[in-house]
């Protein structure tokens, strides 16, 4: 009886996917993990009334970042296959971003949202997600095969995306800024949401994206802002305690630059020497 009903379903999803019709005017969510993108995908998809699909990549066996970066597999042929992810108003998939050519080839009529974070909240909330320290100058293979997902280790090595670090905190700045060198090449196609700004008035930003992506608010969101839809790292915890000064050094030294067009300001000279 289970053999014959897990059977079922995998027709049944085989039914639906052929039978569902991919949307051509999108609204796709790019940006780097822990950007609040769950957050935010989820509240417009409330505010909206918006059907929403998240992660398909990370779905997909083998994991979809493989079939993109390593094995060169075309988004259009993912697509095709995963149509009833993108059958939705709103497809957050943050690793698109890496293939930014393909996904307006494929979707020219979409509307695109990119979401940053300063990138020592946003490495130090991807490291309190798995659970490792910010302050070693390399991880052990032992900790790295305590990550949830094949696709944490592709982020955490970064080689499938052409990055390349000296050491997994200078790999996940340079993964930080490789994402908004992306964003810089297509930003006059994209919608820029700071996460600092969505968490300063979750409501007003919320709002305001809908508004500049066409959408209509029906639905007042302001009694769903507080919940908890990822889980909540350490933010009592200083960037110099987290990474120390060696390691806070090197993600200001990488990223500096981009850190200030998008607004971020490095720490007082005398931490970093």
């Not at 200078?170 to 968490?199: G, N, P």
Request: aromatic letters at 10%; glycine letters at 8%.
């Amino acid at each position: 009886m289970i053999k014959t009903t897990h059977i079922g379903s995998k027709i049944l999803s085989g039914f639906t996917n052929r039978c569902a019709r991919v949307n051509h005017r999108p609204v796709i969510m790019m940006g780097n993990q822990k950007t609040g993108s769950t957050a935010i995908a989820c509240l417009l998809s409330k505010a909206t009334d918006s059907e929403i699909s998240q992660d398909f990549l990370y779905a997909l066996r083998p994991p979809g970042q493989h079939l993109l970066f390593e094995a060169g597999v075309p988004l259009k042929k993912l697509v095709q296959q995963n149509r009833v992810s993108f059958s939705k108003q709103i497809i957050k998939e943050l690793d698109l971003i890496f293939c930014m050519d393909q996904v307006i080839s494929c979707f020219p009529k979409g509307k695109f949202v990119f979401l940053v974070r300063d990138p020592r909240d946003n490495i130090g909330s991807i490291l309190n997600r798995l659970k490792l320290p910010g302050n070693l100058d390399a991880l052990s293979e032992k900790q790295l095969e305590t990550l949830p997902h094949p696709a944490w280790r592709y982020i955490m090595e970064g080689t499938i995306y052409g990055i390349e670090g000296n050491g997994y905190i200078e790999t996940l700045a340079k993964r930080w800024c490789c994402i908004i060198e992306k964003y810089e090449i297509y930003q006059s196609q994209m919608h820029l949401v700071r996460y600092e700004d969505f968490v300063a008035d979750k409501v007003s930003c919320i709002n305001q994206l809908a508004e500049q992506l066409g959408f209509s608010v029906v639905k007042d969101i302001s009694g769903l802002v507080d919940i908890q839809f990822q889980p909540r790292g350490n933010r009592d915890i200083s960037w110099e305690d987290f990474f120390g000064t060696k390691n806070l050094y090197a993600i200001e030294k990488i990223c500096g630059d981009k850190m200030k067009a998008l607004g971020y300001k490095s720490v007082n000279n005398d931490l970093l020497g």
